[in-house]
């Protein structure tokens, strides 16, 4: 277990992977070079973050899912969630060539078509499955179907924490770095103050909705505003931890905004961590 998530010091009952998870990982490792094999350099470096972001949500994913104390069936379906959650971003990628959704299509549904044409859940039973399936559909949507219960529910929530956790890390890397690629970034251009109808959202304790966003300090904004939709004390303080928010803030240019915006998110963080 990874002590940057703070499980250093927890009691937990070791786990022990489950053994399914290997097939699956061969799965995924062929379906990967299929992509890969003939790709450009470009390409290659632009896919290659995806793939390494699945073997994060999926590590990420595993160790939550300990955190809540669940069953290891549920671990390992976790796991499943947040390994397979991004596979479509490669049939997206080489039709489109690019990531984002609003200009191609909903990646998660694309990979719920990848998963279920291939039969890749076949050994799981059909409630497992559809409940593994439901959490990759919803991973990427704007907030999870009040109808969803059960091990559907945690799977989906775990699935989203781990998910906006470590895509806070790709910018957090690529920021200190300094070599921000416009896929990355969508393709948006730099802009030079956050859109109202951004900071609007924010202000109403909102997720900044994706159409809404014009540019890249609106882009930071939106990543800040998932912070509404953290499901678990633990996620945000992982969060918090690995100062992904500081990183935001320094890209955001100084003025009455920024303030507008320190404030809401400091006042959210003391609420729910208890600061």
Known sequence: MSDALGLRDLNLNLYEPHKEIITYQRWFGRYARSYLSDASSQDKVAMGLKLVHSQRVRKLAKDLALCLNLAERQVFLSELCGLFHDIGRLPQFKKYKTFFDAKSEDHAALGVEVLERHGVFSDLGQEEKTHVLDAIFVHNKFSIPKAFQGQRLIL????????????????????????????????????RTISGAVLEDLESDKIVRIEHVQNQLDFIIMRLSWLFDINFKHSLGIIAKRNYIHTMFQMLPEGKEKEIVRRKITALLEERLGR
């Open 156 to 191: 989906s929530k775990i699935l989203r924490d781990a998910d906006k956790i470590d895509i806070w890390r790709v910018f957090d890397d690529y920021y200190r770095k300094g070599s921000v690629t416009k896929d990355v970034n969508l393709g948006l251009p730099p802009g």
